[in-house]
T-cell receptor, first 115, second 110 residues
Framework: DADVTQTPRNRITKTGKRIMLECSQT?????MYWYRQDPGLGLRLIYY???????NKGEISDGYSVSRQAQAKFSLSLESAIPNQTALYFC??????????????FGPGTRLTVL | EDKVVQSPLSLVVHEGDTVTLNCSYE??????LLWYKQEKKAPTFLFML????IEKKSGRLSSILDKKELFSILNITATQTGDSAVYLC??????????FGAGTTVTVRA
């Protein structure tokens, strides 16, 4: 069973629609992250959360919002989707006290297309 | 400005060849450098490097860090078709934020 899961895996939506991407983890990690990946740009951080009450903006948070419903769940919302939000979205988790303390564990990704 | 730059952007080799991937970085506070392999979708962790000159190895893969010259290399020896992937380099400036390079796409032909 995957430790970090994302739903949906693929989504096509239209400009102006609200969409939510969900992430769940069974690793017991406190820290969770949302990234987007675009060709030629690598992964860029959208939001990150240290725990349920601690949520922070990343480098490209405009147009996105998040909710940390529980330690294991972290959702990303696009309130009004636009075509340049078409990308591959990843959720990740990390454990500050692990041997490889900066290692982040990634979910399988959600491919989002905004028409 | 790019903090993490990987080169080459892509390369094609034949099975059995050796591949060397480069990652240079420029950050204010360096904590660690990480290499990931991305096949199809999710990046998977390969190495974390914190000290200069100490090689990390895992099978046919190895990596080393030079903190004076601000770069790292990832070597893959005796390449196999299963090594075909995007290899990502990331630098950590603190205990949570990773800055990723754009990646190097490696294609290994049989």
């Amino acid at each position: 069973d995957a430790d970090v899961t994302q739903t949906p895996r693929n989504r096509i939506t239209k400009t102006g629609k609200r969409i939510m991407l969900e992430c769940s983890q069974t690793k017991g990690h406190d820290r969770m992250y949302w990234y987007r990946q675009d060709p030629g740009l690598g992964l860029r951080l959208i939001y990150y959360s240290f725990d349920v009450k601690d949520i922070n903006k990343g480098e490209i948070s405009d147009g996105y919002s998040v909710s940390r419903q529980a330690q294991a769940k972290f959702s990303l919302s696009l309130e009004s989707a636009i075509p340049n939000q078409t990308a591959l979205y990843f959720c990740a988790t990390s454990d500050l006290y692990g041997y490889s303390y900066n290692e982040q564990f990634f979910g399988p990704g959600t491919r989002l297309t905004v028409l | 400005e790019d903090k993490v730059v990987q080169s080459p952007l892509s390369l094609v080799v034949h099975e059995g060849d050796t591949v060397t991937l480069n990652c240079s970085y420029e950050v204010t506070n360096f904590r660690s450098l990480l290499w990931y392999k991305q096949e199809k979708k999710a990046p998977t962790f390969l190495f974390m490097l914190t000290s200069s000159g100490i090689e990390k190895k895992s099978g046919r893969l190895s990596s080393i860090l030079d903190k004076k010259e601000l770069f790292s290399i990832l070597n893959i020896t005796a390449t196999q078709t299963g090594d075909s992937a995007v290899y990502l380099c990331a630098v950590a400036e603190n205990d949570y934020k990773l800055s990723f390079g754009a990646g190097t796409t490696v294609t290994v032909r049989a």
